[in-house]
């Protein structure tokens, strides 16, 4: 999911990569990662939109740059985990993220899904 988060996946296809049923892969995948596999896809598009945001790219760009097929879930997905809206996020400096090294400004910019 992290390398091809670009592609239409759902739990079927992965769940028969995997060698499981659909509502078994589901359970294991939540046992290990704290969440659905649609909740941890959307999250890792939503990191890296948020990586295109802050290098200039327009929201539509954005959204079709990480798969997103509705610019209005994507939008809304995107407001529920960052707290704000893909172009108030984009508009806002992100210079403290950038002087920062990578590794560190990736783990305080990842979006987080609050219960």
Known sequence: MDRDYTQPLDVPTMAARAFMSPAHFSREFKTAYGETPYAYLMTRRIER??????????????CTAVGATSLGSFSSTFTQLVGETPSAYRSRPHEAAEAMPTCIARLLTRPTRYA
């Open 49 to 62: 939109a948020m990586a295109l945001l802050r290098a200039g790219a327009s929201v539509t760009d954005a």
